[in-house]
């Protein structure tokens, strides 16, 4: 049992979909740090004055996810610019992440 799903996990991360749910699964997490990084520390982005108008000058998590995504596929920013150099690191490491798997 625990050899047949050994073979099923291997199989699994050998095949290219795995690098795609792995993709899903940072572009998640590094919307997460960067939402919270932003509710500690509202300036830590240059925003788009129409994108605050449109909000009422405040981001949600969506917008996050939105970035996150762009930096995941990207790295072009308009709306939202990382202006802290805490944002600026945690960028790289989401972008070097996807190189890792995408070159993997």
């Known amino acids: 049992m625990l050899e047949e799903g050994s073979k099923i996990l291997k199989k699994f991360l050998d095949e290219p979909h795995e ?10 997490v590094f919307s997460f740090i960067y939402y919270q990084i932003y509710l500690y ?7 788009n004055e129409e994108l ?5 000058g405040k981001l949600d998590y969506v917008d996050f996810l939105y970035f996150s995504l762009l930096n995941q ?7 939202m610019i990382p202006f802290s150099k805490e944002i600026k690191a945690v960028v ?3 972008a070097l992440c996807f190189w890792g798997i995408a070159l993997y």
């Open 19 to 28: 690098k795609i749910y792995l993709n899903m699964v940072l572009i998640v």
């Open 41 to 47: 520390d509202g300036k830590s982005y240059m925003v």
């Open 52 to 56: 605050l108008k449109q909000k009422e």
């Open 73 to 79: 596929f990207t790295m072009s920013y308009g709306d």
């Open 92 to 94: 790289s490491v989401q």
